[in-house]
């Protein structure tokens, strides 16, 4: 794979103090009708591919495999412990799926990944990521630090449970339709739910999003 996600100024930025720097670059299909919001990326020693959602014990490309092609282990390379990035890369910009985070900057408090020790030290700019999205129908967010950052940033003031949507006053949406911040349980292992029960609600949101009879769907087994 020739292409690179890196955000490499930020990542030598962040060497220099206690701030970290975005280390991606966002991940913006021209025909992206969904938007996965984070809140920041896990520390590099956790991931195994430059991409997002980069550690291997998370759950994200394992429910998108389940969901679009009935394989839980359709992006996973088993033998190398790591994700297929190219074919997920592929698979995104065929079906409009965008990525990036609430946050640009965060000063990290403890030593791990959670996101109740993020600081936030400076928040995205995220209608302008909207701009660059024609088709956008859905930002989502899996965790409350994001879904706070979000709704704080866009004067959102109705936060959405897990597995509910509100809309979004700022961005009347495409084709018609209003854009709406969907609120989904976390990929992370940390998170209490079932797999089959977090498949289960992004299938939902993926049907919100495509249609229900959508032929990119897999049929539920």
Known sequence: MTESF???????????????YHPLLPFLPANARVLFLGSFPPQ???WCIDFYYPNFINDHWRIEGEVFFADRNHFVDQQAHRFRIDEIVGFCRAQGIAFFD??????????????KFLEVVQSTD????????????????????????????????????????????????SEGGQTVLYRLPSSSRAYPLSFDKKVEAYRRMFQYCYGSGSPLLAPVQ
């Open 6 to 20: 890196l955000n490499l100024e930020n990542i030598a930025r962040s060497q220099s103090g206690g701030v970290e």
């Open 102 to 115: 609430t946050s640009l900057a965060v000063r990290r408090l403890q030593d791990n990944a959670s996101d």
């Open 44 to 46: 590099r020693k956790r």
């Open 126 to 173: 995220v209608a302008a990521l909207v701009a660059r999205l024609p088709r956008l129908r859905v930002i989502v967010t899996t965790g409350e630090k994001a879904t706070q950052t979000l709704c704080s940033t866009l004067g959102i003031a109705t936060v959405p449970k897990v597995g509910c949507s509100v809309p979004i006053p700022l961005f009347p949406g």
